[in-house]
């Protein structure tokens, strides 16, 4: 059920979005994806954001609709990605009396997105200024590098409303039932996740504000046990793993890693791990690989050697990987070569640029198919994960 009530005076003028292909030409989206935007009905009439341009239409009748007449008096840009910035010019245009309301880099990028001359419309605001809208008072907290040098969130004081940019944002249109985390996780570690020390100090400053209700530009309005949503960030900022558990990744051309892989999933369930959750690099999302590597304690990556060097789907993991600062986990190494493997050494090389990583001492070679020994192998690689 789609919830978007705020409150008498602050407005959920967003859209839903079930059509896009791929979220940042990307990420798949299977339930769609939300891009939000907040009216706030005081004396100074204020929106919080716009929308993507497919969202423009519906946008602009929820915003006419809540306005009933009145005109925005300020217009708060948290972030200029065109998801949330797309329709600045729009709104701008719209209100020709308008005032913008950004940090200096906003100000900057804006000119980079927009041919627009803001210099009498435009008010640059710091770290901690307030803005009174009337009986609402606007107060602006930077957040730079989650995930852009501009974007900043803003704290409503009055109903002690968060609106958070981009953070605590999450993929799916706002009428899809499904667990918060499972998304906001792949959302947040794929597209903010190598900003962690960033996030950690905004989480410190949003820690001395007395926050009732959270706002962000995707996904769900977050009103209850906000203590639960923060830990999970805290923990994912901090790369630390969520749960006991093993991601399995495999990157297999005939099947034969594939099989050993399956093995190993069986042998450990069998042993009586609970969470352990096998991925086909070739076949499955990337992005919910890297979350569920980021979720759990323990990774295993079974290639496929390729030319003298890894399958290439398993490169693109790794790549990922690195990208978004990995660290803090046990890895373990499987590899398949008909003449010449190489893959184990390559993961092992590559795990051992990362911070905090503990490589397993047995590494499983398989020569192209499944063997007994591989299967004793196996088995005692289990042991030595759930030891
Ligand atoms: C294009 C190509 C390149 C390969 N390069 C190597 C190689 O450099 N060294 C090696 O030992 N095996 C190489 N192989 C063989 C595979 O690694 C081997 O057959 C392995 O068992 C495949 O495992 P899979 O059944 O999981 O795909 C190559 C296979 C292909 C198709």
Not at 150 to 164: A, N, P
Not at 290 to 299: E, G, I, Q, V
């Amino acid at each position: 059920m789609k919830d978007t009530k705020i409150s008498d005076s602050v407005i959920y003028i967003g859209a839903d979005d079930k059509t896009l292909d791929l979220f940042e030409s990307q990420y798949v989206i299977p339930n769609g994806v939300s891009y939000n935007s907040y009216l706030i009905l005081d004396e100074k009439v204020t929106v919080m954001d716009t929308v993507d341009a497919r969202a423009t239409d519906e946008w602009l009748q929820n915003l006419d609709t809540a306005l009933d007449g009145k005109k925005v008096d300020y217009l708060v840009v948290s972030h200029m990605e065109p998801d949330h910035a797309a329709n600045v010019a729009t709104l701008i245009e719209k209100f020709p009396e308008l005032q913008v309301i950004g940090n200096a880099k906003t100000f900057n990028m804006i000119a980079q997105f927009f041919d627009l001359d803001l210099s009498s419309r435009s008010i640059i605001v710091k770290e901690g200024d307030t803005i009174s809208l009337g009986t609402h008072t606007l107060q602006f907290f930077m957040a730079p590098m989650v995930h852009w040098p501009e974007v900043m969130v803003t704290y409503e004081q009055s109903e002690k409303i968060l609106f958070s940019a981009d953070g605590f944002g999450k993929f799916g249109a706002l009428d899809t039932e499904e667990d918060w985390a499972e998304e906001a996780r792949r959302y947040y570690l794929n597209i903010v996740g190598k900003y962690g020390m960033q996030v950690q100090a905004l989480l410190k400053k949003a820690s001395a504000l007395d926050i009732q209700m959270i706002c962000p530009l995707h996904g769900p309005i977050l009103k209850e046990n906000l203590g639960y949503y923060i830990e999970k960030y805290n923990t994912w900022s901090s790369y630390e793993p969520e749960e006991d558990g093993v991601l399995i990744a495999y990157a297999s051309i005939h099947g034969n890693t594939r099989k050993a892989a399956e093995l190993l999933k069986k042998d450990l369930e069998e042993k009586g791990a609970k969470n352990v959750v096998l991925t086909d690099l070739s076949r499955d999302d990337m992005s919910k690989a890297l979350a569920d590597a980021f979720r759990f304690t323990k990774l295993v990556v079974a290639c496929a050697t390729y030319d003298g060097g890894l399958f290439p789907c398993m490169e693109d993991f790794l790549h990922h990987l690195k990208a978004k600062n990995y660290q803090k986990r046990t890895v373990a190494l499987i590899e398949n070569g008909s003449w010449a493997p190489m893959a184990a050494k390559q993961m092992k090389a590559f795990f051992e640029t990362l911070k905090n990583i503990s490589i397993c001492e047995n590494v499983i070679t398989v020569k192209s198919t499944v063997k007994p020994e591989t299967e004793v192998a196996l088995a005692s690689l289990a042991d030595t994960l759930l030891a």
